[in-house]
Nanobody
Framework: VQLVESGGGLVQPGGSLRLSCAGS????????MSWYRQAPGKERELVAT????????YYADSVKGRFTISRDNAKNTMYLQMNSLKPEDTAVYYC??????????????WGQGTQVTVSS
């Protein structure tokens, strides 16, 4: 199982970035997908979630209206479009895949993270 994030980098305040998360080694379309982030000295926090079929989404209040989560199950890839970026969005962004097995136990996979830095 592998989740590989890409698209991070340095951007000025007010700018945009698009993160991608490519999954392999599991049935991507069976998993809800999420983006988390962790800033230095802070706990990892949930940014956005999209259900397995892409029908429903959830956003943290801090990113609502600025970030858009999406997925392409044919490409086994999830995206996070980040607009109007703020310095407080600076963090390592992690991709997460989650589902339940036949015993209803949660199964989680994580990517290695991609750095997003918002600074002038």
């Amino acid at each position: 199982v592998q989740l590989v994030e890409s698209g991070g980098g340095l951007v000025q305040p007010g700018g945009s970035l698009r993160l991608s998360c490519a999954g392999s080694g599991f049935t991507f379309s069976n998993y809800a997908m999420s983006w988390y982030r962790q800033a230095p000295g802070k706990e990892r926090e949930l940014v956005a979630t999209i259900t397995s079929a892409g029908v429903s989404t959830y956003y943290a209040d801090s990113v609502k209206g600025r970030f858009t989560i999406s997925r392409d199950n044919a490409k086994n890839t999830m995206y996070l479009q980040m607009n109007s970026l703020k310095p407080e969005d600076t963090a390592v962004y992690y991709c997460n895949a989650r589902t339940r097995d036949y015993t209803f136990r949660w199964i989680d996979y994580w990517g290695q993270g991609t750095q997003v830095t918002v600074s002038s």
